[in-house]
């Protein structure tokens, strides 16, 4: 019972953490419908700048409002200078220029941090661990947990409530629509695509002392970050929610029961989402 | 003309190149093939493969684990073992993916790759996982040793050069250009009644076939294999090597593989971060030259 419960907790902090990755990348496509392939590589920036930020400032808390942000507007950046030009060449070439930036992001993070895991070390506040069921849990995790809910919230709130949220809203359904009722639709792209690749870089933040900091994180979560998204359906932030929840759950029990075979089973269960419906679990249209 | 001179240009190419530079053409003109067969799909018919490894690594290991386990395969029966299992799976795939197009084909196509790469890369006892597969026989081709490098340039290039013929007599037939019509509009290909499922699995188990005839190449010219063969960075690569050649004619695959494995043979042998200047040159060739390298040969003339 015991195992069972920590098991989940696992389960559940890997899947908020998944979702904060993917909810920026189902954002971006439900708007753009671009799949950025370097989404992936924006969340290990937010781990590595986070780094950096605690080598020279010393404290987690600052970092973790700086650095989504920079890293936020290098999202704008890519949008601004290289996705809009390639936009009227069609869908294609948008897919494949994020190829190119991804090779771009993660040679340079190997270049400037090297290719050692790099240590970041939990914040003191939370380095403690607290009692659940007998056991003795991190409280860092926790935090995971809670912060994750409280970024859920918070985009729950501005889709929801505020006028930026029905807008973007509004463009998922019918971008063209948007447009033609006076929205400045590329801004709004931009401005999207730095939310996505903010909340990318916020993942990053927090995974940072949960997950060491490496070369290859970006790679790890980039694939586990398209099944999320191409389970719940692509560009619904609900679907993003469930699938990561089913994911993280998927690979927390998967490693306890069938450690071999543990990662088959994202693939696997990918696969029969699409091939049963194809738009994913809460997609819309296919 | 120009094609006369490639022509007997890569007939002499054993004798005027040094063996380097001899099994690096070769590697070019194997990737070619695979790099054609994914151009194939994109720009017959409008599906963006992005997993496209899979078949490439199926035929490499279907073709090694016959050479390995079945007593007395000659060279051939091997490579056309390698095409059909990749060639059947991908008629199987095919069945589930001709209902998607877009992104969704695309990311389906990576779900299949990684489900069979995560199986390929666990399953140790058949595949060797990490450690890859290596020490299998190299039999001879009608008496002909395919240990010497320049025989198996050689046998590559025909097996490649009938294989090119074939996509390219598959461009002009009545099916091929139903793929097109598929491509340009779906909707109205189905409406005028076109049988757009059947067209589309064709092309998938054809486009398979090929890949693995690539991959079982690819195999005997490393005289190993192992789980890169199969992974996600070989289904990148091919993405590269078709858009770097251009996409929209049919030597870009050629060219795209030339100076794939021609810029990572170079870029790497002086800096280790030889991937960053390649992304950057990728970009660049998004940016300014979405045709690829032909695109710019093409306009300029």
Same mark, same amino acid.
């Given at each position: 019972?015991?195992?069972?419960?920590?098991?989940?907790?696992?389960?559940?902090? $890997?899947?908020?953490? =998944?979702?904060?990755?993917?909810?920026?990348?189902?954002?971006?496509?439900?708007?753009?419908?671009?799949?950025?392939?370097?989404?992936?590589?924006?969340?290990?920036?937010?781990? $590595?700048?986070?780094?950096?930020?605690?080598?020279?400032?010393?404290?987690?808390?600052?970092?973790?409002?700086?650095?989504?942000? =920079?890293?936020?507007?290098?999202?704008?950046?890519?949008?601004?200078?290289?996705?809009?030009?390639?936009?009227?060449?069609?869908?294609?070439?948008?897919?494949?220029?994020?190829?190119?930036?991804?090779?771009?992001?993660?040679?340079?993070?190997?270049?400037?941090?090297?290719?050692?895991? =790099?240590?970041?070390?939990?914040?003191?506040?939370?380095?403690?661990?607290?009692?659940?069921?007998?056991?003795?849990?991190?409280?860092?995790?926790?935090?995971?947990?809670?912060?994750?809910?409280?970024?859920?919230?918070?985009?729950?709130?501005?889709?929801?409530?505020?006028?930026?949220?029905?807008?973007?809203?509004?463009?998922?359904?019918?971008?063209?629509?948007?447009?033609?009722?006076?929205?400045?639709?590329?801004?709004?792209?931009?401005?999207?695509?730095?939310?996505?690749?903010?909340?990318?870089?916020?993942?990053?933040?927090?995974?940072?002392?949960?997950?060491?900091? $490496?070369?290859?994180?970006?790679?790890?979560? =980039?694939?586990?970050?398209?099944?999320?998204?191409?389970?719940?359906?692509?560009?619904?932030?609900?679907?993003?929610?469930?699938?990561?929840?089913?994911?993280?759950?998927?690979?927390?029990?998967?490693?306890?029961?069938?450690?071999?075979?543990?990662?088959?089973?994202?693939?696997?269960?990918?696969?029969?989402?699409?091939?049963?419906?194809?738009?994913?679990?809460?997609?819309?249209?296919? | 003309?120009?094609?006369?001179?490639?022509?007997?240009?890569?007939?002499?190419?054993?004798?005027?190149?040094?063996?380097?530079?001899?099994?690096?053409?070769?590697?070019?003109?194997?990737?070619?093939?695979?790099?054609?067969?994914?151009?194939?799909?994109?720009?017959?018919?409008?599906?963006?493969?992005?997993?496209?490894?899979?078949?490439?690594?199926?035929?490499?290991?279907?073709?090694?684990?016959?050479?390995?386990?079945?007593?007395?395969?000659?060279?051939?029966?091997?490579?056309?073992?390698?095409?059909?299992?990749?060639?059947?799976?991908?008629?199987?795939?095919?069945?589930?993916?001709?209902?998607?197009?877009?992104?969704?084909?695309?990311?389906?196509?990576?779900?299949?790759?990684?489900?069979? /790469?995560?199986?390929? /890369?666990?399953?140790?006892?058949?595949?060797?996982?990490?450690?890859?597969?290596?020490?299998?026989?190299?039999?001879?081709?009608?008496?002909?040793?395919?240990?010497?490098?320049?025989?198996?340039?050689?046998?590559?290039?025909?097996?490649?050069?009938?294989?090119?013929?074939?996509?390219?007599?598959?461009?002009?037939?009545?099916?091929?250009?139903?793929?097109?019509?598929?491509?340009?509009?779906?909707?109205?290909?189905?409406?005028?009644?076109?049988?757009?499922?059947?067209?589309?699995?064709?092309?998938?188990?054809?486009?398979?076939?090929?890949?693995?005839?690539?991959?079982?190449?690819?195999? #005997?010219?490393?005289?190993?294999?192992?789980?890169?063969?199969?992974?996600?960075?070989?289904?990148?690569?091919?993405?590269?090597?078709?858009?770097?050649?251009?996409?929209?004619?049919?030597?870009?695959?050629?060219?795209?593989?030339?100076?794939?494995?021609?810029?990572?043979?170079?870029?790497?042998?002086?800096?280790?971060? /030889?991937?960053?200047?390649?992304?950057?040159?990728?970009?660049?060739?998004?940016?300014?030259?979405? #045709?690829?390298?032909?695109?710019?040969?093409?306009?300029?003339?």
């Amino acid at each position: 019972m015991e195992t069972f419960v920590i098991q989940f907790l696992h389960g559940l902090v $890997y899947g908020m953490l =998944l979702f904060l990755v993917s909810s920026g990348l189902t954002l971006v496509f439900g708007m753009m419908s671009v799949l950025n392939i370097a989404h992936a590589s924006f969340y290990m920036l937010g781990a $590595y700048f986070s780094y950096q930020m605690l080598k020279m400032v010393g404290n987690f808390w600052a970092g973790l409002i700086v650095c989504p942000i =920079l890293v936020g507007f290098l999202g704008i950046l890519m949008e601004r200078f290289l996705l809009r030009r390639v936009h009227a060449g069609g869908h294609v070439q948008e897919f494949v220029i994020t190829f190119g930036i991804l090779f771009v992001i993660n040679e340079s993070v190997k270049w400037i941090w090297g290719t050692e895991p =790099l240590p970041v070390p939990i914040p003191p506040a939370l380095s403690g661990s607290v009692m659940i069921v007998g056991s003795i849990y991190p409280a860092y995790r926790l935090f995971i947990l809670f912060f994750s809910l409280c970024v859920l919230a918070l985009m729950a709130y501005v889709l929801l409530k505020t006028r930026l949220g029905i807008t973007v809203r509004a463009a998922v359904s019918d971008r063209d629509m948007v447009s033609a009722l006076g929205t400045n639709t590329p801004f709004v792209f931009m401005l999207v695509m730095g939310i996505g690749t903010w909340l990318a870089g916020l993942a990053g933040v927090i995974a940072g002392p949960f997950i060491s900091t $490496y070369p290859g994180m970006a790679l790890e979560i =980039l694939v586990d970050c398209f099944v999320v998204t191409v389970t719940g359906g692509l560009g619904s932030l609900l679907g993003a929610v469930v699938a990561s929840f089913l994911i993280g759950q998927l690979s927390s029990f998967g490693i306890l029961f069938i450690p071999r075979f543990a990662i088959v089973f994202a693939f696997l269960l990918m696969a029969i989402v699409l091939i049963i419906k194809p738009s994913g679990l809460f997609g819309e249209k296919a | 003309m120009a094609g006369i001179g490639a022509g007997v240009l890569a007939i002499l190419f054993p004798y005027i190149l040094p063996k380097f530079q001899l099994r690096m053409v070769t590697e070019i003109i194997i990737m070619a093939l695979f790099a054609m067969t994914w151009k194939m799909l994109l720009n017959e018919g409008g599906l963006f493969s992005f997993g496209h490894a899979l078949y490439f690594g199926l035929g490499a290991y279907a073709s090694v684990l016959g050479w390995l386990h079945i007593k007395g395969l000659s060279f051939m029966s091997g490579i056309f073992l390698g095409g059909l299992v990749a060639g059947l799976v991908g008629l199987i795939l095919g069945a589930f993916l001709v209902r998607m197009s877009g992104t969704y084909f695309a990311l389906l196509t990576l779900a299949f790759n990684q489900l069979i /790469w995560a199986i390929v /890369w666990k399953w140790r006892d058949v595949t060797g996982g990490d450690d890859g597969l290596g020490k299998f026989p190299k039999p001879d081709l009608l008496g002909i040793s395919m240990k010497n490098p320049a025989n198996f340039y050689y046998v590559s290039l025909i097996i490649v050069g009938i294989c090119l013929f074939i996509c390219w007599y598959f461009t002009r037939t009545p099916l091929g250009n139903v793929c097109v019509s598929i491509k340009s509009n779906e909707e109205r290909a189905k409406f005028i009644g076109f049988n757009v499922n059947a067209s589309k699995l064709i092309l998938l188990t054809l486009t398979g076939f090929f890949s693995g005839i690539s991959g079982a190449l690819y195999a #005997q010219f490393q005289e190993f294999i192992a789980t890169s063969t199969i992974d996600l960075g070989m289904s990148t690569n091919v993405l590269f090597m078709a858009f770097i050649g251009g996409i929209g004619y049919f030597w870009g695959p050629l060219i795209g593989s030339g100076i794939f494995v021609y810029l990572s043979e170079y870029l790497s042998s002086f800096t280790d971060r /030889w991937e960053f200047i390649f992304g950057l040159i990728f970009i660049v060739i998004v940016l300014f030259a979405p #045709q690829g390298i032909l695109g710019i040969v093409k306009r300029k003339k």
